[in-house]
């Protein structure tokens, strides 16, 4: 499965998701996540902490589910892949700026920007 | 901001604008892990192909179902065309009459000769009264066929009678040996159903 999901508490209480991502993701994926994501699922409204793998691949149907989706709450994406990065930075360039999501090298620095960051 | 980068990149990125610019959707760039702006450029390359791929199949469903929708609409105006050629009216029993109605090439012809002797045989007709008053353009194939017509019509021991014959078309049914073909030909449709009628004794006073 390309998506494993955790809910955990932030050092300053918060409740959040944990999200670990790899491998080629295809629009069945992509529908599983906005099941999760979207308005009525289980993860809506939440802090999401995403850790995206190298060699993590957005096939061109799930990319566009995922722009779809957007953000409902702040999201940080934490991966050490520059190609994942750009796929990443492309997506986002298609969807409206809101100041909720935002890529980060290292999990303290992601988690802490997270923990200041109000739904 | 400067960026230093590897030619052979240029190169390849290149080569992909031009096969992609030759219509060559399936070609992608070797994406590698260079932390540098030209690999955003170069994944937005490989997702433009993504898309272009994803379009022109699109495309091409669209094109494909509006084939099917034209072939569709195609034989239903033939099936339509066919139906309103061949108006075989049955006037009395065993008395049949079709008015034709504008040109008549040899295909047309054929498919009007098919439904109208199937309709002589299956109501073992005695007459035929073939109108011409709307016959529009007459081509070459014209008077041969429906002298075709006739001779058919007769073979099956049914006789036909021709109205509404124009002065040109006459003539053109002379030139082609029609004179030869044993026929009657009145002025009006009502004038060969009366003659009909008299042939079969039920019209008095003829």
Known sequence: MPFRYEERVSPKGRPYVRLHVSGELSLADAHEYAGHFRAGGRYHGMHTLSFVEK???????ARKIFLEV?????????????????AINLMSRFSPKTGRYR???????????????EA | MSLTVDAARIHELLDVLVAAAAGDYDVRLKLRENDDALLDVETGVNFLLDELIERRLHNEAQEEELLTRARRLARQRDELMQALSTPVITVWPGVLTLPLVGRVDDERAAAITAG????????????????????GALTDGT????????????????TCLLTGIRPDVAQQLIALGGADVHVRALARLSDALAS??????LLQGT
Not at chain 2, 143 to 158: E, F, N, S, T, Y
Not at chain 2, 196 to 201: S, T
């Open chain 2, 143 to 158: 008077m041969p066929a429906i002298l075709r017509m006739v001779r058919a019509i007769g073979l099956l021991g049914a």
């Open chain 2, 196 to 201: 009909v009628l008299a042939d079969k004794g």
């Open chain 1, 55 to 61: 060699g993590t691949e957005y096939g061109p149907e």
């Open chain 1, 103 to 117: 890529m980060f090298a290292t999990e303290p620095e992601a988690l802490a920007w997270l923990d200041d960051k």
């Open chain 1, 70 to 86: 957007g953000q409902s709450a702040p999201h940080a994406t934490v991966t050490s892949s520059a190609l994942v990065r750009a």
């Open chain 2, 116 to 135: 109208l002797l199937a309709r002589v045989g299956a109501e073992r007709a005695s007459h035929v009264i073939l109108d011409l008053t709307g016959v």
